[in-house]
């Protein structure tokens, strides 16, 4: 849009590159021109604005289709002005020379003629199309069909208008049908769902039974295993009490042995003591045997004093001391003698 400054005589017009201006004075154009800025006398001046930056419109119509289904369509068509000179022709864009705004609504023209055209070709394809069919083609057949429509329309390039681009947003039925249209689906969905869990839950009891009888078989072969083991401890217990058995017989054995050695190596002791023990008691009584009596009265005397630890009395009657002083008084003789 223009911006106009005011003043007493003259005033002040500055517009956007983005604008074509066209300057009028007596009914001639006297300036063309994108952003132009200049003074001009509001009684003999006249100015059209057109845009020349590209414009999007917003499609959205209603149909039916062959089989008496109604068709939502949206879409944006984008537009340009390729020959402006052409189109300040055909569609006024004067404005307004005090406030800068157009006096009618030219881009309102614009965008009501590409809607018609869009929804001529659009009602019309989907006229000659049943609704599953319309959908199965969906957006890119109809953004095609729009577009090679809008690029062929003459009325268009007469205009100096361009179409960009064509963009098709959706289509669809009405929320009643689409309700329908999605119940087989959901149904399917929920179906698919259905045996998905039920083949998940029969997966997992079937992983459950696998387990069970997994340890199942890991109880019975622990029990095996257990089994074999008191088995071995049984054995081992046994082959234990065997050898104990017989080692205590070997001990018993050893011991009744050591004890024969030991009662037949004491017996020969004892019977070599005594044997030496009578020897010498042959030797002493054959020493004995040829000493004279008085000697062994003598020997016999010290040998019973020995034994006594004292002596309260003593009796020696003449029987006992004539053989003595007979003999000693012999002893004496013999020695004088000699």
């Given at each position: ?64 289709s062959l089989d008496f289904q ?17 189109l300040v022709n055909r569609l ?247």
């Amino acid at each position: 849009m223009a911006e106009i400054r005011n003043y007493p005589v003259l005033r002040h017009l500055r517009s956007e590159p983005s604008m074509q201006v066209v300057r009028y004075r007596k009914g001639a154009a006297v300036q063309r021109g994108r952003g132009l800025a200049f003074w001009f006398h509001p009684l003999s001046t006249a100015v059209a604005e057109v845009p020349m930056d590209d414009r999007q419109l917003t499609l959205t119509f209603q149909g039916v289709s062959l089989d008496f289904q109604e068709v939502y369509v949206q879409g944006v068509v984008t537009w340009r002005v390729i020959d402006p000179n052409v189109l300040v022709n055909r569609l006024d864009f004067h404005i307004a020379l005090d406030s800068g705004r157009w006096a009618s609504e030219p881009l309102q023209q614009v965008a009501g003629l590409l809607t018609r055209v869009s929804q001529e070709i659009a009602l019309d394809w989907i006229a000659e199309r049943r609704l599953a069919d319309v959908l199965a083609e969906g957006v890119s057949a109809l953004r095609e069909k729009i577009a090679e429509g809008l690029v062929g329309e003459p009325g268009l390039a007469e205009m100096g208008l361009e179409v960009a681009t064509v963009r098709i947003s959706s289509v669809r039925p009405s929320s009643e049908m689409e309700k329908a249209l999605q119940t087989p689906v959901r149904e399917a969905i929920q179906q698919s769902a259905d045996e998905a869990l039920f083949h998940r839950r029969a997966s997992a009891v079937e992983k459950e039974r696998a387990i069970a009888e997994n340890e199942l078989q890991n109880q019975i072969e622990l029990a095996k295993r257990e089994e074999q083991l008191i088995d071995q401890q049984g054995a081992n217990d046994r082959s234990k009490a065997r050898d104990e058995t017989e080692a205590e017989r070997i001990r018993v054995e050893a011991g009744a042995e050591h004890k024969r050695i030991s009662s037949q190596a004491e017996a020969e002791s004892l019977r070599l003591i005594e044997g030496v023990r009578v020897e010498v008691e042959q030797q002493m009584m054959g020493i004995y045997r040829n000493l004279p009596r008085e000697v062994m009265v003598g020997l016999a005397l010290r040998e019973f004093a020995s034994k006594l630890d004292r002596i309260d009395h003593l009796n020696i009657t003449p029987d006992l001391l004539s053989p003595l002083l007979g003999d000693l008084l012999g002893a004496a003789t013999r020695r004088l003698e000699a």
